[in-house]
């Protein structure tokens, strides 16, 4: 999962969003120096990505894609997930994706302070383009795997996998749908370990 379903799956909880968010940038046991709700948020973060990387249906996905990213299929299918999740939104939310992701811009905004250096300098042109809607269309989709690849040390055809995708949008569709519910009913579950009281 890329940024759009980490944030997702934060459900309006503003230090899982935070935690959640900065997950790829903090290393090691590293993650102790945050506050405890921002602790929880990048504990889910891990969880999330071990879920999905052993999962069946993105398992598809990945094979799918292999044959233009190579090694990186894992890394590009999350962010061809995101696409599907806007694709499949109102299966999981009653939220506009509008309202969501307003309000995901201004949490972020508000704490950007408390989070890894790398990311306080990123954030602003991030939100100032409006990120989370990269995922939303076709061509917002070719750009972010176009910027994507750039930060790869490798020679992919984004172009071609990006064809793909979209020519095959069914059979992504279908299987993020089979492979998603099952991964919020994780996370749910994962959030009432946190509730029960100690024995």
């Known amino acids: 999962m890329n940024h759009l379903a980490h944030c997702f799956l934060s459900f309006g909880d503003e230090d899982l969003l935070v935690g959640n968010f900065i997950g790829d940038f903090v ?17 889910l973060h891990r969880s999330i990505d071990s879920f999905t990387d052993n999962h069946a249906m993105t398992g598809r996905i990945k094979e799918r894609v292999r044959p233009f990213a190579r090694r990186y299929a894992g890394p590009v299918a999350d962010v061809l997930c995101d696409h599907l999740l806007v694709l499949n939104w109102g299966l999981y939310t009653d939220e506009p994706f509008e309202d969501f992701a307003q ?17 306080q300098e990123r954030l602003p042109r991030m939100l100032a383009a409006g990120f989370l809607h990269g995922y939303t269309t076709q061509r917002g989709m070719r750009f972010v795997l176009e910027r994507f690849s750039r930060r790869l040390p490798a020679d992919l055809d984004m172009g071609g996998l990006a064809d793909c995708f979209f020519e095959h949008l069914g059979l992504f569709s279908e ?12 996370v749910r579950e994962i959030q009432n370990t946190w509730q029960k009281p100690d024995l």
């Open 27 to 43: 290393k090691g046991k590293t993650w102790q120096s945050y506050p405890e709700g921002v602790q929880r948020g990048i504990l």
């Open 103 to 119: 309000k995901t811009y201004g949490s972020l905004a508000r704490r950007a302070a408390g989070m890894p250096l790398i990311l």
């Open 175 to 186: 299987d993020f749908r089979a492979f998603f519910p099952e991964l919020i009913f994780e």
